[in-house]
């Protein structure tokens, strides 16, 4: 088996998607472009948004889930990806973040789209302009074996950079976005409260 005892029983401790999500929330941002693999985070308690849906989606996948992914696609704005997962009361995900509301949904959506939407309007770069127009469809991540992407010592960024090449849907045309009211600024001032300025988006 890939893990070693040490992570076996780390994933053993993790029993649902609730002790995931604050396991990453526990994680120490990382600010960089690096992204490592879940064995990585791990050893170094960091993670950003990539890091923290792939440790996610191997703690899943430790559990029998299928490790689901969906890429979320913004303007003027950093992409985020969030792991995602079905249960018998609908969809929820897990997700890392640098803001205070771009966390994880808890398992009430009736599809994809509606997850999606969940995040529409707290999804915003640092001038209060709304930002996300399109996702995927969820990215099962055994396609991505051969970037051995549970424990590979090596830079994971191209990975997720090729994400991009995958068929996304609109939520919103991106002219109409652009003419969308910025959020007030009370609920921009929430968004970023401790967020490390350095893994923020520069508008």
Request: include cysteine.
């Amino acid at each position: 088996m890939i893990w070693t005892p040490e992570e076996k029983r780390l994933f053993r401790s993790l029993k649902t998607p609730d002790h995931i999500q604050n396991y990453i929330d526990n994680l120490i941002y990382n600010p960089t472009n690096h992204a490592s693999s879940p064995r990585w985070v791990m050893i170094t308690g960091e993670g950003h948004c990539l890091e923290g849906a792939l440790f996610a989606a191997a703690a899943l996948e430790f559990g029998g889930a299928k490790p689901l992914l969906v890429d979320l696609v913004a303007e003027d704005d950093d992409h985020h990806v969030i792991c995602v997962y079905l249960t018998t009361t609908g969809w929820g995900s897990i997700s890392k973040t640098n803001t205070t509301l771009l966390s994880g949904r808890r398992p009430f959506y009736k599809n994809i789209r509606e997850l999606v939407m969940s995040y529409f309007d707290f999804y915003f770069n640092l001038n209060g302009k709304l930002s996300l127009y399109s996702y995927s469809d969820p990215i099962n991540l055994k396609r991505f074996d051969h970037w051995n992407w549970r424990t590979t010592d090596n830079d994971l960024e191209g990975m997720g950079i090729s994400f991009n090449d995958l068929t996304h849907y609109e939520l919103i045309d991106q002219k109409a976005l652009k003419n969308l009211r910025p959020v007030s600024t009370r609920l921009k001032d929430a968004c970023f409260l401790g967020s490390d300025p350095e893994g923020l988006y520069k508008v």
